[in-house]
């Protein structure tokens, strides 16, 4: 007969073998800490997505994914090496290479083939194409990404710049000023001023984007970068969080309600409709472009960010000589086009 003494230590027993089955299988797992480019939201559904479903494990990764403070973030996060790899946009990476041209890291998936850089405005400012904010005032946060594209932006729309004053507003009261008429457009990434727009009563038919992708500049958004020591160490480790990866955009491009689930268990005070909106403006504006369509999702035409970092120059010194594409991306780690394909 069993005692209560012996369904202890047969408890214990199998407690202990558990935890160390635990380990033997944590050991067979390459841990990875994976650095976003902001807060869980929305367009970062999909990593979630991949790694819930197991998509990374199933590669032999143990992921970790970690909020960021902004798209430049992640790149000195990757080339120090405390996080493997990351979320960054490729334009603050290729600044980055000009100044530190010993530090070879390099995008390995392009996920956001048009970058979400915009200029935004309301119906009522009259406002319709680019030359339209001439003798009107232009809320700009200095950090911008979108407004670090404003003089390619002036360039290639033939925009007389001293005809526009620049207000530097700070990102909190950048809609608000727009809404309350103290500017009469702002710069900003689409989906995001878009949403907060909408949040502060301003019907979405009001509320016009102005995607600087569309309006002649050829720059790339943001891209999976990883760090060029754990690359050359793991190179199918790399790979296979392509895949897994690649995997997650899949599933978020083919159910996006479904998607936002994994993001919504993690933000707590985020709200699903919003998430939703966000997520759907990202696949539609910067994710599913016509060209990943053709080609598929993740590599990049070298011979348009060769045109994107002559742009760059528009608006950057370069210390050095420009990089080449080959120095700022490579499709290396990316599988045959048939398996990036979007639904």
Request: aromatic share 10%; hydrophobic share 45%.
């Amino acid at each position: 007969m069993i005692t209560s003494i012996h369904m202890r230590r047969l408890l214990c027993l199998a407690a202990v073998v558990t935890l160390f089955a635990t380990v033997a299988a944590s050991a067979d797992q390459l841990a990875i800490k994976f650095s976003l480019d902001w807060k869980f939201e929305g367009p970062s559904a999909a990593y979630f997505v991949a790694l819930d479903k197991g998509y990374y494990k199933a590669e032999g990764l143990d992921v970790t994914i970690d909020t960021g403070k902004g798209s430049l973030e992640a790149i000195p996060r990757v080339a120090s090496g405390v996080y493997q790899l990351g979320f960054a946009d490729i334009n603050s990476l290729i600044k980055f290479r000009d100044k530190n041209p010993d530090v070879d890291i390099k995008g390995v998936l392009m996920v956001y083939d048009a970058p979400p850089f915009a200029i935004i405005t309301l119906g009522k400012t009259g406002i319709k194409a680019p030359r339209d904010l001439e003798g009107r005032i232009l809320g700009a946060p200095a950090p911008d990404g979108a407004y670090a594209q404003w003089k390619a932006f002036v360039k290639e729309n033939g925009i007389d710049a001293s005809k526009v004053k620049i207000e530097n507003v700070g990102f909190p009261v950048r809609e608000p000023m727009l809404v309350a008429g103290e500017v009469d457009a702002i710069t900003g990434y689409s989906f995001s001023s878009f949403l907060n727009l909408k949040s502060k009563g301003i019907a979405p038919d009001q509320i016009r984007v102005l995607l600087m992708s569309n309006y002649g500049l050829d720059l790339y958004g943001n891209t999976i970068i990883v760090n060029p020591a754990f690359a050359a160490e793991n190179p199918e480790a790399v790979r296979g969080f392509v895949r897994a990866t690649i995997k997650g955009w899949q599933d978020t491009v083919a159910d996006p309600e479904a998607a936002v689930k994994h993001v919504l268990k993690r933000n707590l005070i985020a709200r699903a409709p919003v998430e939703l909106e966000r997520l759907n403006m990202c696949i539609a504006d910067n994710v599913r472009t016509s060209y990943v369509q053709a080609h598929g999702f993740g590599g990049v035409d070298m011979a348009r960010l060769g045109k994107s970092i002559e742009q760059i120059a528009v608006t950057y010194t370069f210390t050095n000589p420009a990089p080449a594409p080959e120095a700022v991306f490579t499709n290396d780690y990316l599988p045959p086009q048939a398996e990036r394909v979007l639904p």
